[in-house]
């Protein structure tokens, strides 16, 4: 009788749940009929089936499997070739018997079969005995194989199809030619304030790389003793009354070269302490193990160091931020105490063709609203109206 069973699929393989009534502790035999496409596979010029009986992926043993294959009663028995295999999948082993009676062969295995073993069967019969599938089913069943080969043809058409309907132009109407260039005249930092509406760092880059390009300059590229690595500018022929230069390009080199065209070259390492033409970048690096590393408890000396930074991330386990300053020569020296919580950084300028250094104890970052740090927190303190805000700063001069 017909039983209640349940089918899903697993991955290639299909899994049947059968509910048996009054099975418990007894024997049972359950008949699952089925019908497969495509069984039969051309080898060598003939019909094959190949067929792996019972599977290989149980995790319980088979007392006993048996395989009954029927072929056609017009074909005899001694022209069909036969062989089974027995064993894990992927191996060959020969534990089974072949019987041949009538129209019938019959494989039976002659051990159990431990978990993930099988029986698989391969009857072959002789050249143009079994009628293959029509040239028609073969073509279909390629389709059905090898349908998304099929897309970039239809995808093709289909655009086609739209450019016709849809797509092409009205008769008569004028065409929109693109411009692969930037207009005649317009230089990169002319061209990059009127995307962004707005003068940026990167377009006085884009204005030095422009020079280069038509051989006013050349820049090199160095490995510095530490930290990153270095630029160096270098002038190729005179700048002075050239007609071709833009007068932002004759601005932006002078800075580079001095206004009297006296230097012929310079590091982007000086333009970076040039107090004229720094730029925030929005970027915080340690200091330590770096020339701007003052951590130590004797101090560092300055010397020639030139000086204009923004010192950020202070720690003070005792108390205020103090930074201390002493001249030997001088035999005197000056503690800087910053005595209020909302003190978080400190900008210090020591030009070193001058006599003295300035220490600024501050709340923010170097320009806190440029864009150019981003969402990160500035520490500026914004001020509604009516409101104001104080800072204390002790300083006590000392003898070393």
Not at 114 to 128: D, S
């Amino acid at each position: 009788m017909p039983l209640r069973s349940e089918v899903s699929r697993l991955g290639r393989a299909l899994h049947v749940k059968a509910s048996v009534p009054g099975a418990v502790n007894t024997a049972r035999t359950v008949i699952l009929t089925y019908r497969v496409r495509r069984a039969l596979m051309p080898v060598d010029g003939h019909e094959e089936l190949y067929w792996n009986v019972t599977g290989s992926e149980w995790d319980v043993p088979i007392r006993q499997a048996e395989a009954v294959v029927s072929s056609p009663a017009s074909i005899p028995l001694e022209q069909i070739r036969a062989i089974a295999y027995t064993g894990p999948a992927g191996t060959a082993g020969a534990d089974y018997t072949e019987d041949r009676a009538d129209t019938y062969l019959t494989f039976r295995t002659t051990r159990p079969l431990r978990a993930r073993e099988g029986l698989t069967v391969a009857v072959g019969w002789p050249p143009g005995a079994i009628r293959g599938p029509s040239a028609a089913r073969r073509a279909l069943w390629w389709l059905g194989d090898n349908w998304p080969f099929a897309l970039p043809p239809l995808t093709i058409a289909g655009a086609l199809i739209m450019w016709r309907v849809y797509g092409r132009d009205p008769g008569g109407a004028r065409t929109i030619k693109p411009e692969y260039a930037p207009p005649e005249g317009l230089g990169p930092a002319a061209g990059g304030a009127l995307v962004t509406e707005r003068a940026e760092p990167r377009d006085v880059v884009a204005t030095l790389v422009d020079l280069a390009v038509r051989g006013y300059i050349r820049i090199e590229e160095i490995e510095p003793d530490f930290g990153e690595k270095d630029f160096v500018f270098h002038r190729l022929k005179p700048l002075s009354g050239d007609p071709t230069l833009k007068p932002l390009e004759l601005y932006v080199l002078s800075r580079l070269f001095g206004s009297d065209w006296g230097l012929n070259s310079r590091h982007l390492a000086d333009l970076r302490r040039d107090y004229d033409n720094v730029f925030p970048t929005g970027k915080i690096v340690p200091v330590k193990g770096t020339p701007y590393d003052f951590q130590a408890p004797e101090g560092k000396p300055l010397d020639d160091q030139f000086l204009d930074d923004n010192f950020s991330h202070l720690e003070s386990k005792s108390g205020p931020v103090v930074v201390t300053i002493t001249d030997p020569a001088a035999h005197y020296g000056v503690h800087i105490e910053g005595l209020s919580p909302h003190i978080k950084t400190l900008q210090v300028y020591a030009p070193p063709s001058k006599n003295f250094i300035a220490v600024e104890h501050q709340f923010n970052f170097a320009d806190p609203f440029g864009k150019e740090w981003g969402k990160m927190d500035t520490q500026m303190i914004t001020l509604a109206p009516g409101q104001s805000t104080q800072w204390h700063v002790r300083l006590k001069v000392f003898i070393p």
